[in-house]
Every structure is written in C-alpha cells, then in structure tokens.
C-alpha cells in the first residue's frame, strides 16, 4: 500500500465526492511526508481538511500503538550490545514529541533490556533533568546500566552545553549507586547523536 492508501484507511471516507485516497493524497501534497504529517498534534490535525477530532484521535492513537509495537518485540528482553540499536529506539520514541523529553533505558548486567521510561518532560528547547530521580528509577528495576535521551524538536541534533554538563551529572548520580551511563543521545533530524561516540560521557 502507498503512504495515501494507508492513510485513507483511517480516514474512512471522503469529502464531497471525494474518496478516502483523494483526501489522503491532498493531505501527504500539502502538509507531508507522512512523518511530518503524523508528527503534528492533535489539535493541529483536527484542523486539517477531511481530517477532524474524531479522525486525529484515530491517527494518533494508531502511531502510539506502533510505538508499542515496536517497543514489545524489538527491545523486551534484548542484548544490546550496540548502543546504535537504543540510539534508534530513541528516535522512533522521541523524534515526534513537540517538547523536549527526556528518557531511559534501563539495562540488565548483560545489558538485556528491563524498561523504557519517559522521565520529564519541558518546553520546545528546555526540560529540567533531575539525576536523583534517574538513579532512583534505575535502582527500582535493579538495573546494572542507562542508556539516556532526549529530544530538540528545533530540528538541530548538536549537543549543547547543558547537554554536555548533565550528562557528566547523570554519569556522577548513577555511579554513586554502581550503575553505569552507555550512552546519551540526541534526538532530532536525520541519525541519533551519540554523546559516548563523541566522546562526551
């Protein structure tokens, strides 16, 4: 199925003589890719011809729930022995989030995954981090290591200087309970940032 005949299927129907398709193909035309489209919030896609309230919440509900589909069968349970591999779980997870928002995947001690947490949440260039709280949630899933990250939804994946200072944070926090900081990646355009690969950890 093309981009348009997926998207008609959660349209359902048309506007004025138009079928689903037609309406699909107008929307990906005016307001795409898919991904550019389906990262908008609801409120913005309600807004959107043939789309409206009901529609939007279809929508995004359908996007959540391949979230999770992918977080049930590509991590439960998996060895990460790459942090390239968490690097694009972050992605899929983070990249849509109009906000900054920060999380964590909490590793066994064969680094096999245990959790994925979304832990704070800010504005369109901020969110407060507190590394008290990572160490607690890390020690509540008994988790030997953390692998961290979070979003820019400006679009620009470079890590700024806050990034760079609560990432040796993090590190300090979770080494005073014997668990160790992977990685810290940067969520934005194009690939994941890695703090570890730029030797920033």
């Known amino acids: 199925m093309s981009d348009a005949e997926l998207l008609a299927v959660f349209l359902g129907s048309g506007l004025r003589g138009r079928d689903a398709v037609a309406i699909a193909r107008d929307l990906l035309n005016a307001h795409g890719p898919l991904r550019t489209l389906l990262e908008r919030t609801p409120l913005e896609l309600a807004e959107l011809p043939g789309i409206g309230p009901a529609r939007a919440c279809l929508l995004v509900g359908a996007l959540e729930l391949g979230h999770r589909h992918f977080a049930a069968t590509q991590l439960r349970g998996q060895s990460i022995g ?24 909490f590793l066994d001690t064969k680094h096999r995954t245990l959790a994925f947490e979304e832990l704070f949440r800010g504005t369109v260039d901020r969110a407060e981090i507190y590394p008290r709280e990572v160490a607690r949630r890390a020690l509540a899933y008994n988790a030997s290591a953390v692998i961290v990250g979070h979003n820019h939804p400006s679009g620009n994946p470079e890590p700024s200087g806050s990034d760079q200072a609560i990432t040796r944070r993090l590190r300090a926090a979770l080494e005073l309970v014997d668990v160790r900081l992977l990685d810290h990646f940067i969520v934005a355009d194009g690939p994941p940032v890695s703090m570890a690969a730029r030797g920033k950890l």
């Not at 390239?84 to 964590?104: K, N, Q, V, W």
């Open 82 to 105: 790459d942090t390239a591999i968490a690097g694009d779980y972050f992605a899929r997870r983070l990249r849509h989030h109009p906000s900054e928002t920060f999380a964590a995947l």
